[in-house]
């Protein structure tokens, strides 16, 4: 048989009922941002290094002769029959077929998102993945659940291909591929795919039921629907799946009924456009300015272009990505060690990673355990109002070119300025380290070590690849010994760089830089070699309301089995006396409060360097002179037992 159309699978033998896939339930947000991320991501997974890869967004709302044209291509009356079976379900993802199915059968348009990569390799691999074989892409995305065999590149989970059924409200994506190898002779695919859950439809006064999915393609000997190659360009334009055959190898997506999973109602498409280019924006500025990534954003309505933009290499930043922007982009001769309190200024320094020992899992090869190391770009910038939310806050990037998460470190500092930057580590698909940020060449052994860390921050991402995280499974299976740690000292080393940029430690003596505030001493304790030594730095002191506000940090050169500290202020006495401790008010330590006593307050902690913030209580006793005293801060370490948070 030669025909075109719609197979679904039949129930199994054994009766059982499947009410929708779980893999929709992996990300924790079904939000554009999700879509851009996961799209872009396994579209750069594929590339083949000729140029940047090419992702094209068109939304179309599609009415009046090319959605007649676009539905007899499709089959829909038989799909709507399996829709409409879906719709009378009480499963939980039969509601939203219910509602958007409604909306379809009244409106007289239907609302589409193309998406179009070149630059990459298309669906290519056999019609269906054997064991013994490899899986290749048409198999894994099209036909598989929760397989992926990749062992480089974003994607870890096979979760991020069923994003693209997430956003459409009847489940039914379609595919068309312009393959960079041929297969078996061809290189022109088209598919497709529906996910629906269990469902019976009557034919001839007869129930049929149905496992769920169904496929959308040529019907073989055995009435299976598999690939339609080298279909018709009239056929493909109906569909309005055709690509451009000068655009190259890639793969343009389909996805009936556009339907954001997040919003209670449909916005404008010209509203989701706008959304899109910026989490394009905010999550992959790195590739961008690699310049191995380009999008064109665009919205057709009515027939009409009502929106198109493009963003590569040489978009302008918005401010909500500008210092993140300016760090990644400033040459290494023009960056400075140490801000001096000017804006636009940005210090490069280097930060090890200690990779744990990986044992060989999911065909990757074991390797020992290796420090490696990646860039930290810090910038400053106007402290205003738009810009704020930035300040602190790190742009943590690995080889996919993609920001996996925007993480705060905290500060206590009352600057003048803000400051945020750039983590980035890991090899690039394109052989490049620390990130892409280094364009150096490297030898093969530098791109091991490189690809070491890749594979180790990969590891600890979950499906949303949104953080770094120890618990995943993969990572427990492939780094079961030190994740932890190696992960913590990462975040502490990061804390004590952007500590370190913004604050120069006080002359001896003990005198404050100027601006900081009043004469103040800190104390530091002496400890024998293996216990490490403590260190108190005040960076700001100022008196107000019959209190002494006081900022600053606390260090230990031993922290790797965490300790216990106490944090004191008192009165300055005549020579280097210390006089009497002064009651505390409140003590915060690492933006969480601690319990105060009369001696002062005590911590704990396993960082390397804490911040800490405090105020001294009203004191009738010293109240009319306490603002012309001179003020004495220390800390001492203190034995396990004793003490407590609060």
């Known amino acids: 048989?030669?025909?075109?159309?719609?197979?679904?699978?039949?129930?199994?033998?054994?009766?059982?009922?499947?009410?929708?896939?779980?893999?929709?339930?992996?990300?924790?947000?079904?939000?554009?941002?999700?879509?851009?991320?996961?799209?872009?991501?396994?579209?750069?997974?594929?590339?083949?290094?000729?140029?940047?890869?090419?992702?094209?967004?068109?939304?179309?709302?599609?009415?009046?002769?090319?959605?007649?044209?676009?539905?007899?291509?499709?089959?829909?009356?038989?799909?709507?029959?399996?829709?409409?079976?879906?719709?009378?379900?009480?499963?939980?993802?039969?509601?939203?077929?219910?509602?958007?199915?409604?909306?379809?059968?009244?409106?007289?348009?239907?609302?589409?998102?193309?998406?179009?990569?070149?630059?990459?390799?298309?669906?290519?691999?056999?019609?269906?993945?054997?064991?013994?074989?490899?899986?290749?892409?048409?198999?894994?995305?099209?036909?598989?659940?929760?397989?992926?065999?990749?062992?480089?590149?974003?994607?870890?989970?096979?979760?991020?291909?069923?994003?693209?059924?997430?956003?459409?409200?009847?489940?039914?994506?379609?595919?068309?591929?312009?393959?960079?190898?041929?297969?078996?002779?061809?290189?022109?695919?088209?598919?497709?795919?529906?996910?629906?859950?269990?469902?019976?439809?009557?034919?001839?006064?007869?129930?049929?039921?149905?496992?769920?999915?169904?496929?959308?393609?040529?019907?073989?000997?055995?009435?299976?629907?598999?690939?339609?190659?080298?279909?018709?360009?009239?056929?493909?334009?109906?569909?309005?799946?055709?690509?451009?055959?000068?655009?190259?190898?890639?793969?343009?997506?389909?996805?009936?009924?556009f339907d954001e999973l997040d919003r209670e109602e449909d916005r404008s498409l010209q509203e989701v456009a706008s959304s899109l280019y910026k989490a394009v924006e905010r999550n992959y500025w790195p590739s961008l300015l690699q310049g191995t990534l380009e999008v064109e954003i665009s919205v057709t309505e009515h027939g009409n272009v009502e929106y198109e933009e493009i963003i590569n290499n040489a978009w302008v930043p918005s401010p909500a990505v500008q210092p993140f922007v300016e760090a990644w982009q400033k040459s290494s001769e023009n960056c400075i060690d140490k801000f001096t309190g000017d804006i636009n200024e940005v210090v490069n320094t280097k930060i090890s990673v200690e990779v744990p020992e990986r044992h060989g899992h999911y065909g990757v090869d074991p390797a020992p355990a290796s420090n490696v190391d990646a860039t930290l770009r810090l910038v400053s910038f106007p402290l205003l109002e738009e810009t704020k939310e930035l300040a602190n806050t790190i742009a943590m990037v690995r080889g996919a070119g993609m920001v996996v998460e925007y993480k705060y470190f905290s500060s206590p500092l009352d600057l003048d300025y803000a400051v945020c930057g750039v983590f980035a580590a890991g090899l690039t698909g394109r052989g490049f380290g620390h990130g892409g940020h280094d364009q150096t060449v490297l030898n093969k052994a530098e791109k091991e070590q490189h690809d070491r860390v890749e594979q180790f921050l990969r590891a600890t991402e979950p499906p949303a690849h949104d953080k770094w995280d120890h618990r995943q499974a993969r990572c427990m299976a492939e780094f079961p010994s030190l994740a932890a740690r190696g992960l913590e000292r990462l975040r502490g080393s990061i804390k004590s760089a952007l500590s370190a940029a913004v604050y120069s430690e006080p002359p001896s003596g003990g005198i404050t830089p100027e601006g900081l505030g009043r004469l103040l001493k800190f104390g530091t304790q002496g400890t024998v070699h293996h216990e490490g030594k403590l260190t108190c730095s005040v960076r700001e002191s100022k008196f107000e309301n019959g209190r002494w506000l006081i900022r600053g940090q606390v260090s230990n050169t031993k922290p790797e089995h965490g300790w216990r500290a106490k944090l004191a202020v008192g009165i300055q006495e005549d020579g280097s006396k210390k006089g009497e401790i002064l009651p505390l008010h409140e003590v915060i330590i690492d933006g969480l409060k601690v319990s105060t006593s009369a001696v002062g307050a005590i911590f704990d902690t396993k960082e390397e360097r804490v911040d800490f913030q405090l105020e001294t209580a009203e004191s009738t006793q010293y109240g009319a002179f306490l603002n012309k005293c001179r003020i004495w801060v220390d800390v001492t370490k203190q034995a396990p037992e004793s003490g407590g948070n609060g």
Not at 80 to 103: P, Q, S, Y
Not at 216 to 233: L, P, R, T, V
């Open 1 to 257: 048989m030669n025909d075109l159309g719609w197979q679904f699978r039949e129930t199994p033998p054994d009766g059982g009922i499947a009410g929708g896939g779980a893999a929709q339930f992996a990300f924790s947000e079904q939000s554009i941002d999700t879509l851009v991320r996961e799209v872009i991501q396994n579209s750069k997974d594929q590339d083949i290094d000729e140029g940047p890869v090419k992702v094209k967004f068109e939304f179309i709302d599609l009415s009046g002769k090319q959605r007649e044209a676009f539905e007899k291509a499709i089959d829909w009356s038989d799909l709507h029959t399996h829709l409409l079976a879906v719709a009378d379900l009480n499963f939980t993802a039969a509601h939203r077929f219910k509602r958007e199915l409604g909306e379809l059968d009244s409106l007289p348009g239907i609302r589409l998102l193309r998406i179009t990569d070149s630059g990459t390799k298309g669906l290519t691999g056999p019609e269906y993945s054997r064991f013994d074989q490899p899986e290749g892409n048409f198999a894994s995305l099209c036909r598989n659940i929760l397989t992926n065999q990749k062992s480089s590149g974003g994607g870890s989970f096979g979760l991020g291909k069923t994003v693209l059924w997430s956003f459409s409200g009847i489940g039914t994506v379609l595919f068309f591929s312009d393959l960079n190898e041929p297969e078996g002779g061809n290189t022109r695919r088209l598919f497709g795919r529906a996910n629906y859950p269990y469902h019976v439809t009557e034919s001839d006064n007869e129930n049929q039921a149905w496992e769920g999915p169904g496929w959308f393609g040529q019907f073989n000997e055995e009435n299976i629907a598999e690939s339609k190659w080298d279909a018709s360009d009239e056929l493909l334009r109906d569909l309005q799946i055709f690509r451009d055959p000068n655009i190259g190898s890639g793969t343009t997506a389909l996805v009936l009924d």
